[in-house]
């Protein structure tokens, strides 16, 4: 509390502190919280008490536990915000860095690997649930406390990912902007947007969507294709929990049926001037015009 006192009005520093590396007020203040951890005899009735009469604000007990989450407990409790430990884990597990230190506390959360959250896999259903407990003021409140959990964007993907889910992304933009800017954040985030009332409809317009980026990667240099291969493969796993599989295989079977179905018809012969033709394919896959005229190939 002295430290938030000292800090006054000055922003959080979100940079890295070592000693004789930054003496300006905000950075060392800020590297004193990050390093500071309540006794294990402290409850949130003691944090009421300390506060009294300090005027901090609610908002910025809130940045705290993003910015130094060893007070998540402590401040929920004083809070009495339902659900905000589970919502800030959230915004922890589904940047692109876990901490270490975090990993066995997230895990109490979701079934999900690490690595996988690393890689940019969603809970679809843990982010429900933290969001109903919270409610959207509450839920807003962490997601402007977000940036203060690492230095840099990194927080970034995980706001992506709450706006696609709740809708305040829109499809045609978002195909838009992966077209023009190819941004594997919303490549992974795309899948995530609400599915319309035509949901069969709709998840085969977005399957074929990334399976054409990643057709498209065929142009890029090696490392490139394996970065955007890569986040199809979570864009689809996302799609996949979006659309309730229970994983990404079933999807594709399902996806690829329907396609399949939906370009039956140019592969029933068609009659054209006594001439039969339609497209055939081989065992090994490739596609070709078949043509006949009284019965005989020509």
């Not at 979100?14 to 203040?29: D, F, H, I, P």
């Not at 589970?86 to 979701?110: L, N």
């Not at 706001?159 to 992966?178: S, T």
């Not at 594709?252 to 029933?268: N, Y």
Request: hydrophobic content about 40%.
């Amino acid at each position: 509390v002295r430290i938030l006192q000292a800090l006054g009005a000055l922003k959080l520093d979100r940079g890295s502190w070592y000693y004789g590396s930054n003496e300006a007020k905000a950075s060392t203040l800020s590297h004193l919280l990050k390093v500071s951890y309540p006794r294990a005899d402290e409850t949130a009735a003691d944090l009421k008490a300390a506060l009294s009469g300090t005027g901090i604000t609610e908002q910025r007990l809130v940045e705290v536990a993003m910015y130094a989450p060893q007070w998540i407990p402590l401040i929920e409790a004083h809070l009495g915000w339902r659900g905000m430990a589970s919502g800030c884990y959230y915004f922890q597990a589904h940047m692109c860095e876990v901490p270490r230190d975090m990993e066995s506390i997230i895990a109490k959360y979701t079934p999900i690997a690490i690595e996988d959250l690393q890689e940019g896999a969603f809970d679809i259903d843990w982010f429900h649930a933290a969001y109903k407990e919270l409610g959207k003021a509450h839920f807003d409140a962490l997601y402007e406390a977000a940036k203060y959990i690492s230095d840099g964007a990194k927080h970034t993907r995980a706001r992506k990912f709450a706006d696609a889910v709740r809708g305040v992304m829109k499809l045609a933009d978002v195909e838009k902007e992966i077209k023009a800017k190819r941004n594997k954040d919303l490549v992974m985030s795309y899948g995530l947007i609400p599915l319309k009332r035509a949901r069969e409809k709709d998840m085969l317009a977005r399957y074929a969507f990334l399976q054409n980026f990643r057709k498209e990667s065929k142009q890029f240099g090696a490392q490139r294709r394996a970065s955007e291969a890569k986040a199809v493969e979570i864009g689809l796993s996302n799609l996949a929990r979006n659309c309730g599989f229970d994983d990404v295989t079933r999807l594709v079977w399902t996806a690829e049926t329907g396609l399949i179905q939906e370009f039956s018809a140019h592969f029933t012969p068609k009659a054209i001037e006594g001439t039969e033709l339609w497209l055939s394919v081989a065992e090994d896959g490739a596609v070709s015009l078949s043509c006949t005229k009284g019965g005989k190939p020509l």
